[in-house]
C-alpha cells in the first residue's frame, strides 16, 4: 500500500509539471517576467514533490534536506509571482516570508539530525504549510481589489484548500487519528491529496485567468490609444489643410493688394505729369490769348 501512496507522490509531481508547463507554453509568447517566474518555480516545487515521494529510494537525508529546499524554494517562488501580478512585493512581505522559510527549515534539519520523532516531523511540515500556504488567499484578495480579475476568486480559494487540508492533515497527525508516516494509508491521506489536486489546479487556472485578464486589457489599451493617435492624426490633416487654403486666401489677397497699390502708383505718376505739363501749357494759353 505505501507503494500506492508513493506513487501518488509522484501523481502530484507530474500534475505540477504538466500545469506548470502548459501554462509557461501557452503563455511564453507574451514573454513575461512573472509567467517565467510561477512557470520555473513550479517545476522547483515539483521536484521537491518526486524527492518527497522517493524516500527509501535515495538517501534519507536528501529527502529532509534536498526535499525540503526545493519544496520551500518553490513555494516561495510561486508566492512571489503571484504577489507580482498586484505590484511588486513589498519589503516587509519579502522578509516576513523569507525569514519564515528558513526558520523552518532550520527547525527541520534540526529535527532530523537530532533523530527526531518521524509524526512530530511531518507535524512541523504540515503546520508550516498550512500557515504559509494561506498567502494565496491574500494574494487574490490584493489581486481582486487592485485589478477585479475572475481569476483571483479561484487563487483566493485555492489558499483556502490548501491551508484547510494541510490543517487537517496536521490536526490527524499530531492526535494520533491519522497516517503517522509519509506513505501509511488513511482517510487524512485521501484529504489531503484531494486537496492538494484542487488547489494546485484551482491556483493555476486562477493564475492563467489573471494574466490572460492582464494581458486583454493591456490590449485593449493599446488599440484605445491607437485608435486616439489615428483620431489625432487626422485632426491634424485636416488642420494642415485648413491652413493651406487660409495661407492660399492670404497668398491671393495680398496679390490683389499688390496689384492695387501699382495701380495707385500708376495713378498717382500720370497726375503728376499731367500738372507738369498743364503748367506750362496754361501759361502759353494765357500767354496767347494777351497777344
Known amino acids: 500500500m505505501g507503494l500506492d501512496i508513493r506513487t501518488i507522490y509522484m501523481m502530484n509531481a507530474v500534475v505540477y509539471l ?17 509567467v517565467t517566474l510561477w512557470s520555473v518555480w513550479g517545476m522547483v516545487s515539483a521536484a521537491g514533490v518526486v524527492l518527497l515521494g522517493s524516500e527509501g529510494l535515495v538517501p ?8 525540503q529546499v526545493l519544496m520551500a524554494a518553490g513555494n516561495f517562488g510561486r508566492q512571489y509571482a ?9 519589503v516587509r512581505w519579502l522578509w516576513r516570508q523569507g525569514l519564515s522559510n528558513l526558520a523552518y527549515l532550520a527547525l527541520n534539519g534540526t529535527l532530523f539530525f537530532s533523530g527526531a520523532d518521524r ?22 484578495r490584493a489581486i481582486a481589489r487592485r485589478r477585479g480579475s475572475p481569476g483571483a476568486r479561484s487563487v483566493q480559494w485555492s489558499g483556502l484548500v ?23 494509508p488513511s482517510w487524512d491521506q ?13 491556483v493555476n487556472f486562477g493564475f492563467m485567468q489573471i494574466l490572460m485578464d492582464r494581458f486583454h486589457q493591456e490590449r485593449t489599451q493599446t488599440e484605445e490609444a491607437l485608435r486616439e493617435q489615428s483620431a489625432r492624426a487626422q485632426q491634424a490633416e485636416q488642420s494642415a489643410q485648413s491652413l493651406s487654403q487660409v495661407l492660399r486666401g492670404r497668398e491671393d489677397v495680398l496679390r490683389q493688394l499688390t496689384l492695387s497699390n501699382k495701380s495707385a ?6 497726375s503728376s505729369i499731367a500738372h507738369e505739363v498743364n503748367q506750362p501749357l496754361a501759361t502759353i494759353v494765357l500767354k496767347s490769348e494777351l497777344i
Open 18 to 34: 504538466m500545469l506548470h508547463g502548459i501554462i509557461w507554453v501557452s503563455l511564453a509568447r507574451y514573454k513575461n517576467r512573472v
Open 60 to 67: 534519507d537525508w536528501v529527502v529532509a534536506v534536498f526535499g
Open 82 to 90: 503571484m504577489r507580482s501580478i498586484a505590484g511588486n512585493p513589498s
Open 119 to 140: 509524526a512530530q516531523m511531518m507535524v512541523v511540515f504540515f503546520a508550516f504549510y498550512a500557515i504559509n500556504c494561506i498567502d494565496y488567499f491574500f494574494a487574490g
Open 162 to 184: 490548501f491551508s484547510g487540508t494541510l490543517s487537517v492533515k496536521c490536526l490527524s497527525v499530531g492526535l494520533g487519528w491519522g497516517a503517522q508516516d509519509l506513505y501509511d
Open 190 to 202: 485521501v484529504v489531503l491529496f484531494t486537496g492538494q489536486f484542487l488547489a494546485i489546479s484551482l
Open 265 to 270: 502708383g500708376m495713378g498717382a505718376l500720370v
